[in-house]
């Protein structure tokens, strides 16, 4: 595979993972417990990558991904808080 293929494959890669995680979290049963689980677990992954020698462009990339995934949690609680509301909570 040449460098161009490479990057390829790994965008293909990227994007299925990032469409298996939309899916995780728009079936998870608690979406604030998932959300909890993956901040915790994206400040593990980021301390341990800071401590290695990582590229400015992984961290980047981890960091941009990682808001990607918060930011579908969090519409994912707010439709789930959203859908548990009765008439009279409103």
Request: hydrophobic share 35%; with cysteine; aromatic share 4%.
């Amino acid at each position: 595979m040449n460098s161009d293929e490479k990057t390829d494959y790994l965008i293909g890669q990227v994007n299925t993972l990032n469409t298996f995680c939309i899916a995780l979290i728009r079936s998870h049963p608690d979406s604030s417990a998932l959300q909890d689980a993956f901040d915790k677990s994206r400040e593990m992954a980021l301390a341990k990558d800071v401590q290695t020698t990582v590229s400015e462009a992984t961290l980047t990339g981890a960091r941009e991904q990682a808001d990607r995934i918060s930011s579908a949690l969090e519409i994912a609680v707010k439709h789930r808080g959203n859908r548990n509301k009765g008439p009279s909570d409103s």
